[in-house]
């Protein structure tokens, strides 16, 4: 039969649903601080105690001191009873005794004591508990219980914890009651002094990709990959998919039979509309599908390095308004989905922006090739604007006209800004190429900032523009928190500054290598003036009487956020000194030689190599003589 311990040591493991060690360390800590309130003793005293999980004894074991005459029982023992538990004790040592007596004994405060310990732990144990169960859950779906509903948030049982969802979290126009069951996304768990804080949302675009990840088995097994969700919740979304196995059709396979899977996500959304589109390589294709469900005849793309990536798109009228959307939300969501910024325009509009610059250089060859061509247009648009019907050829030959008037001001625009594209090269070459490959969403930012800095798609792009181009930056983080750039600079410096083991590696490179840290700063900048006395030697030397020595070169490690390792010539000046010195050494010159040796280091002691940030490179300094001021100056 079990004792009333065990019982009731059970029903708490199985009520808080925390593990026995826990259970049975929380009773351990609260007999040790009985003890000590008890018997008046301090923490510089140790006391362990261990129980039977079976019984219930618990046995308090507390140091004691080996003495001839015991003046304390609380502190000393004598030798005979000392040797009991430890059989080589001698007087002097420290030995582990064991408690005389029960717990019975303690009063009613270190009772009291031993009740607020327990509970204490408990309870911390099982906010622990919490914390580590959903902290596993963050990114998934939860099902919820709602409990109670205000003007700012919503709170939603989770069974064991209690979870909320703030009003911007929540999709507009649903109706939410009490005791109403609720699927959502668990967008964050926090730690708290009253248990873990978590947060849930139902209008977070990761809902939709977990709802398409349970309803679609080809997702979830990896057959089709979502590439890109572009959200506004409640009213429409796009989820740009592609087939990472051959056979199998994408949009097939997220739409289902006769639409059921995706009219299964609809109804879990509000009735939300969602537009499935094949993802494509070929970013002219996808811009055309993102626009869905509307026509495109040609799609322009412009990659500036200020303005950004902008992508020209001309529909026919009639597909104008479709295209654009109601309050502009189809072009609005293709853009995310796309991460480029699109510009819409009917083919009326494209022909008559193009009859208007004939009169460029780029176009002024044109009347003379297609005289034609430019006739019939400008007929077209006549009968247009007369209000007289045009034919289906007609459009066609409108679309025609505008295709190749674009495709030349694109690339007119695009050899203007070689210069320009020439700079930013330079600048690229100076970051870590590492940067480039990887994803914007690997910075540590929250999603709205992750989702604004999208079209740049990886961090590299983020670096350079931090250095030739933060207004760029700033116009994208436009309405954002104010401290949002900082927040961005903050977490690339997590990406730039390298590791501990990095700079242990260094750090063992340069121990291995000492005579290449040693002889850096010999790599000066060639031609440079190194004291105001000393004359700069020959490049070469004399040719007819000194064979000049091959030039040896050393490479030296450089911050982490430089590519570019800084080379270090030994020059022939050194070589010749050396062959001077020698010389010496022959003709019984030994302390030329020591002298030589000492003002060559001292030469090198007074100059210095400094990596400049400003400009990206490494430049030299010789420390100034002195009375001159600063005690280092630029070369």
């Known amino acids: 039969m079990k004792s009333e311990f065990e019982v009731a040591f059970n029903e708490i493991t199985e009520l808080r649903s925390l593990p026995r060690d826990v259970v049975l360390e929380a009773l351990q800590t609260a007999l040790i601080s009985a003890y000590r309130r008890d018997a008046g003793v301090g923490t510089a005293q140790r006391v362990e105690v261990k129980i039977d999980p079976n019984t219930g004894r618990a046995r308090i074991f507390v140091e004691k001191e080996v003495v001839d005459s015991v003046m304390n029982q609380n502190t000393e023992v004598t030798l005979e009873k000392a040797r009991y538990y430890e059989p080589e004790a001698n007087f002097g040592d ?32 099982e906010r622990n508990s919490l914390y580590d169960e959903y902290a596993e859950r963050e990114g998934d779906l939860v099902t919820g219980t709602v409990q109670s509903v205000n003007s700012t948030m919503i709170t939603v049982s989770l069974g064991r914890a209690e979870a909320v969802m703030p009003r911007n979290q929540q999709i507009p126009g649903e109706r939410y009651k009490p005791h109403d069951k609720v699927r959502a996304f668990l967008v964050e768990v926090k730690r708290s002094n009253r248990g873990p804080q978590i947060v849930v949302s139902r209008a977070h675009r990761n809902m939709l990709r977990r709802l398409l990840e349970y309803e679609v ?13 572009a959200r506004e919740a409640g009213y429409r979304s796009k989820v740009a998919v592609a087939a990472l196995q051959e056979g199998i059709d994408p949009v097939g396979a997220c739409v289902g039979m006769r639409g059921i899977r995706i009219q299964n996500i609809v109804k879990e959304l509000h009735d939300e509309k ?9 970013q002219e294709q996808f811009i055309a599908k993102a626009l869905s469900p509307a026509r495109v005849s040609g799609v322009y793309l412009e990659d500036d390095p200020d303005s950004g990536r902008t992508a020209v798109v001309i529909v026919p009228d009639d597909q104008l308004s ?35 610059n004939l ?3 780029s176009l002024s060859d044109l009347p003379i090739k297609q005289p034609d061509l430019i006739s019939e247009v400008v007929r077209i648009v006549e009968k247009k604007a007369g ?39 330079a600048v690229k070459s100076t970051l870590p190429q590492q940067a480039f490959k990887m994803s914007v969403t690997t910075l540590d930012l929250p999603d ?15 670096m350079w523009r931090f250095l030739l181009d933060e207004d760029r930056l700033r116009s994208m983080l436009k309405g954002l928190p104010e401290d949002s750039l900082e927040r961005l600079q903050t977490a690339l410096d997590k990406v730039v500054i390298p590791t501990e083991a990095e700079m242990a590696a260094a750090e063992e490179l340069q121990a291995v290598e000492p005579e290449v840290v040693a002889e850096a700063p010999a790599a000066v900048v060639p031609a440079v003036e190194i004291e105001e006395e000393e004359a700069i030697p020959a ?38 000194e050396d062959e001077d010195d020698d010389a010496e050494l022959v003709a019984g010159g030994k302390p030329a030689k020591k002298e030589k040796k000492k003002k060559k280091k001292e030469r090198q002691q007074r100059r210095q190599l400094i990596f400049d940030e400003e400009i990206g490179q490494v430049i030299a300094k010789r420390r100034r003589k002195g009375g001159r001021g600063s005690e280092w100056d630029d070369e």
Request: overall charge negative; cysteine-free; glycine content about 4%.
């Open 94 to 125: 420290m030995v582990m005794v064991q408690l005389e007596g029960t717990t019975k004994k303690f009063g009613r405060i270190a009772a009291q004591t031993a009740k607020q310990v327990i509970l204490q732990k408990i309870r911390e144990a």
């Open 217 to 229: 088995p080809e997702i979830f097994n990896g057959q089709v990959e979502i590439k890109n969700i």
């Open 274 to 282: 969602i537009d499935v589109i094949e993802w494509n390589p070929n």
């Open 322 to 356: 479709l295209a654009i959307g109601r309050e502009g939300q189809n072009a609005r969501l293709a853009a995310k989905l796309t991460g480029w910024r699109i510009d819409i325009k009917s083919v009326t509009e494209a022909v008559q922006d193009a009859l208007n």
């Open 359 to 361: 009169t460029q250089p």
């Open 387 to 425: 209000g007289k019907t045009v034919q289906p050829e007609e459009f066609t030959t409108l679309a025609r006209f505008a295709d190749i008037v674009e495709r030349r001001m694109l690339a007119t625009r695009d050899s203007a800004r070689q210069e320009r594209v020439a700079e930013i090269q």
């Open 448 to 462: 709205e900032i992750i989702e604004a800095l999208q079209p740049l798609e990886n961090v590299g792009e983020i």
């Open 539 to 576: 490049a070469f030397g004399d040719e007819a009487e000194v064979e000049v020595a091959p030039i040896e070169r050393k490479v030296v490690r450089q911050p982490a956020f430089v590519q570019q390792p800084v080379e270090v010539v030994e020059s022939e000046d050194d070589d010749e």
